[in-house]
């Protein structure tokens, strides 16, 4: 049974945002007369969201879409996941005060290849079309960017908040920053898609999507466009160049540490992004707590279950929330924890974290102890070179990684 497209309109604009009420109305307005299109037609919408792999974990800021394009599935529609081989090798220059780094082909490709199996920790594997963007991008010809180009201005561009602060600084703005937009416009043609879920930083780009379908003889797709959620430090956007990410990938207890960390005035954030529950609930619990009959630890502890519920499950966050406080609350070492046996041989505390795999390279277990994040029995390791004694001990790297060591006399 199709559900009703006042109910289909309700779940699907919850969240959106476009900083403009009158835009706002406007696009749930199309959006109800193309829902209705589909149930007249029986023909659903197809609806996508693109994601750059810049780097090889997805976090929690993509989920947000990702939850958004699950919705329209569940709804019947088709959802679309663009991994963007192609546009991640100019970098989005939406949220940016200066030039991305430009990463090579073969660093994409590799990145490339793991997010689709993370992704389907959210969307239903068997009604996701999960595309990449090089198919269609690589073939263009010059000729055919010319045409795409002659669409835009570089006045409608410098008005954009990133390249006018930069315009107005005399920092450089490069030629290739300027086709971002028009490559991601170019995925909504390739697509023939119907709506397109971004952050809000996105609204120029799928803008230009609009732009370039009608150029091509399409239907202008639908903008659906969600806040930037911000990272463990509740002030900057959620970002793994910045070390304040939630990676879906992680493990349970690692991700509910990192949720315990949040500060509290990023929860609402977190509550009405990141969270299934329903605005109901999620007004009764900072009612409670306003009113002093919850403590906001509390609060975050219902937080951090609820997240590692929905990525590893109910038995792991039960787990992850008795580690949290055994290990940060009672200061006591995790009840199990990786083992690593050493022969006799001198090994210094460096290798020892990079053959437990606590660390991806040597040269990032020197840096952390030179931070002072790497403890030997509770004790901060001071040198480079340190040594590991004789007998059992236990290596900790940050707050969240343990590990037993024994070596031999």
């Known amino acids: 049974m199709t559900t009703p497209v006042d109910e289909q309109l309700d779940i699907l604009m919850r969240g959106v945002e476009y900083g403009d009420a009158q835009l706002y109305e406007h696009m749930r307005e199309e959006l109800r007369q193309r829902l209705?299109?589909?149930?007249?037609?029986?023909?659903?919408?197809?609806?996508?969201?693109?994601?750059?792999?810049?780097?090889p974990d997805l976090h929690l800021g993509h989920t947000i879409t990702m939850r958004k394009l699950r919705q329209f599935q569940e709804l019947?529609?088709?959802?679309?996941?663009?991994?963007?081989?192609?546009?991640?090798?100019?970098?989005?220059?939406?949220?940016?005060?200066?030039?991305?780094?430009?990463?090579?082909?073969?660093?994409?490709?590799?990145?490339?290849?793991t997010y689709a199996e993370q992704a389907f920790r959210i969307l239903d594997r068997e009604k996701t079309e999960v595309r990449y963007n090089g198919e269609w991008l690589s073939k263009l010809t010059f000729k055919e960017i010319?045409?795409?180009?002659?669409?835009?201005?570089?006045q409608q561009f410098l008005t954009r908040d990133n390249f006018a602060r930069r315009f107005d600084r005399g920092d450089p703005i490069w030629l290739h920053e300027f086709f971002y937009a028009l490559m991601q416009g170019y995925d909504a043609v390739a697509l023939q898609a119907d709506v397109q879920l971004g952050a809000t930083e996105q609204l120029f780009n799928i803008m230009a999507g609009r732009k370039l379908q009608e150029a091509f003889g399409q239907k202008p797709q639908i903008p659906l466009t969600v806040p930037?959620?911000?990272?463990?430090d509740g002030k900057m956007r959620m970002s793994k160049s910045l070390g304040n990410y939630i990676g879906i990938s992680e493990p349970p207890e690692v991700m509910y540490g990192k949720v315990m960390s949040l500060p509290d005035e990023a929860m609402h954030q977190y509550f009405v992004l990141v969270t299934r529950w329903p605005p109901a609930q999620i007004r009764e619990l900072e009612a409670a707590i306003a009113a002093g009959t919850l403590h906001p630890m509390e609060a975050k502890?219902?937080?951090?279950?609820?997240?590692?519920?929905?990525?590893?499950?109910?038995?792991?966050?039960?787990?992850?929330a008795?580690?949290?406080?055994?290990?940060?609350?009672?200061?006591?070492l995790p009840e199990s924890m990786p083992e690593l046996h050493l022969e006799s041989a001198p090994v210094q505390v460096v290798e020892a974290l990079y053959r437990a795999n606590l660390v991806k390279s040597k040269s990032e277990a020197r840096r952390l102890i030179r931070q002072g994040a790497v403890r030997l029995d509770g004790e901060?390791?001071?040198?480079?070179?340190?040594?590991?004694?004789?007998?059992?001990h236990v290596l900790q790297v940050g707050k969240r990684r343990f590990l037993k060591v024994e070596k031999a006399a």
């Open 36 to 55: 209705s299109e589909s149930i007249e037609t029986g023909r659903p919408l197809r609806v996508y969201c693109g994601y750059d792999p810049t780097s």
């Open 76 to 113: 019947g529609h088709q959802a679309i996941f663009v991994i963007g081989t192609y546009t991640a090798l100019i970098g989005d220059p939406s949220d940016k005060d200066k030039a991305r780094p430009r990463p090579s082909e073969e660093q994409v490709m590799e990145h490339a290849r």
């Open 146 to 154: 010319i045409e795409m180009a002659s669409l835009f201005t570089v």
């Open 228 to 232: 930037i959620l911000v990272g463990t």
């Open 301 to 320: 502890k219902r937080l951090a279950w609820e997240i590692v519920d929905i990525f590893h499950g109910s038995q792991a966050a039960d787990a992850a």
């Open 322 to 332: 008795a580690y949290f406080e055994r290990v940060h609350q009672q200061r006591r």
């Open 380 to 392: 901060p390791v001071r040198a480079i070179d340190a040594l590991l004694p004789a007998g059992e």
